[in-house]
C-alpha cells in the first residue's frame, strides 16, 4: 500500500518546504533564547555561597598539613610549602584510636536499638491507630520532639548516678537513644502511611501475622526512611558534645567531640594539630554519607511530588 498524505483544508494553501524551514529555524531559535536565559542572580549567590562553605575547608585541610613553626610566619589560606604528616602522627599518637572506637561504639549503640524500635512503633502507630494506649504513645513521642537536650540534662544526669552508670559509654547510649526515637517515630510514620492499604491487606489474606507483614513488607519499602533516620541520628550522635561532657569524667570514655576539646587545650599554640584532628573526626562522616547518599536523598525527597 502507498503511503497516505493528509489533504489540506478546504480554502487554505499547503505550507511550502521554504516555510516549513522557516518555522522549524524560528522554533529552535526560541529555544535556543530560552536556554540562554540564566537566572544570573541565583547563580551568582549559589557560587558566593559555594565559597563561603569551601574556603573554611580548604583552609583546615591545608592547615593541617603545616609545620607548627611556619604557620604563623605564613598567610593563612596560601598552600603548605613542604606539606608534613607529623600533625596526623601526634593526633594520632595521643590515643586518638581510643577516642574514635569509643564514638564508634556510641554511634553503633544508639542508632541500631533507636532505629528498630522506632520502626516497630511507628508500625503499630500507623496499623493500630485507633488503640488508646498507642494514640497516649504517640502523643508523647511527639511531645519529646519540644524538649531540648539541655533542659534535661540535669535530671538525665541525677538518673545516671542513681543507675551508677557514670562514667561509661552506656551512660552515653541510653539518653541519646531516648532523644534518637521521638523523631524517628515521626518520619517512619509518615512513610508507613504511604504504603498501600491494599497490600497490608493482600499480606494479611495470605496469612501472614502482623509480625510477618512488618518485616516482609514494610521494612523493604520504608529501607529509605530507615537509611535517612539511621544516617541523620549517627551525624548527631557522633558530634555529641553536651552528654560526654557531663556524664563522662576518664580520658578512657571520651567521644571524639570531647577529645578535640582536650586537644585544644594539650594544643594550645599548635593549631596545625588541633585541625588533623578535625580532618580525622571528619572523614568517618564523610565516608557514612558517600555509601548512603542515594538512599538519604531518596527518604529526604520522597513525597515531594505527591
Given at each position: 500500500m502507498s503511503p497516505t498524505?493528509?489533504?489540506p483544508a478546504p480554502g487554505t494553501t499547503p505550507p511550502t518546504a521554504t516555510q516549513q524551514h522557516n518555522d522549524h529555524t524560528?522554533?529552535?531559535l526560541r529555544r535556543l533564547g530560552r536556554l540562554r536565559q540564566v537566572n544570573w542572580a541565583g547563580a551568582s549567590a549559589a557560587w558566593f555561597w559555594l565559597l563561603v562553605v569551601a574556603l573554611p575547608l580548604y583552609w583546615i585541610v591545608a592547615t593541617?598539613?603545616?609545620?607548627q613553626a611556619s604557620y604563623f610566619g605564613s598567610n593563612p589560606l596560601s598552600p603548605p610549602s613542604s606539606p608534613t604528616l607529623e600533625n596526623y602522627r601526634l593526633v594520632i599518637e595521643s590515643d586518638f584510636v581510643r577516642y574514635f572506637i569509643n564514638s564508634t561504639i556510641v554511634a553503633l549503640g544508639t542508632v541500631v536499638p533507636a532505629v528498630l524500635v522506632s520502626f516497630m512503633a511507628a508500625f503499630a502507630i500507623v496499623r493500630d491507630g485507633s488503640n488508646r494506649f498507642l494514640r497516649a504513645t504517640n502523643g508523647l513521642f511527639l511531645a519529646g520532639l519540644a524538649i531540648p537536650l539541655q533542659a534535661t540534662i540535669i535530671p538525665v544526669y541525677l538518673i545516671i548516678?542513681?543507675?551508677h552508670l557514670y562514667d561509661s559509654l552506656l551512660a552515653i547510649i541510653l539518653p541519646?537513644?531516648?532523644?534518637?526515637i521521638p523523631l524517628s517515630v515521626l518520619v517512619l510514620s509518615n512513610f508507613i502511611r504511604d504504603v498501600p492499604k491494599e497490600l497490608f491487606e493482600s499480606m494479611r489474606l495470605d496469612g501472614c501475622t502482623d509480625w510477618m507483614t512488618m518485616w516482609r513488607l514494610a521494612f523493604p519499602l520504608v529501607r529509605?526512611?530507615?537509611?535517612?533516620v539511621s544516617?541523620?541520628?549517627?551525624?548527631?550522635?557522633?558530634n555529641g558534645f553536651l552528654l560526654p561532657l557531663v556524664l563522662t569524667q576518664s580520658p578512657t570514655q571520651?567521644?571524639?567531640p570531647l577529645a578535640l576539646w582536650t586537644f585544644q587545650g594539650q594544643y594550645g599554640v599548635n593549631v596545625p594539630a588541633v585541625l588533623a584532628s578535625v580532618v580525622l573526626t571528619t572523614v568517618p562522616i564523610l565516608v557514612l554519607y558517600a555509601l548512603g547518599r542515594r538512599q538519604m536523598l531518596s527518604g529526604l525527597t520522597a513525597g515531594i511530588g505527591k
Open positions: 498524505t493528509t489533504a524560528t522554533n529552535r593541617s598539613f603545616k609545620e548516678i542513681r543507675l541519646s537513644i531516648a532523644f534518637a529509605p526512611a530507615l537509611v535517612t544516617i541523620y541520628n549517627g551525624l548527631t550522635v557522633w571520651r567521644t571524639l
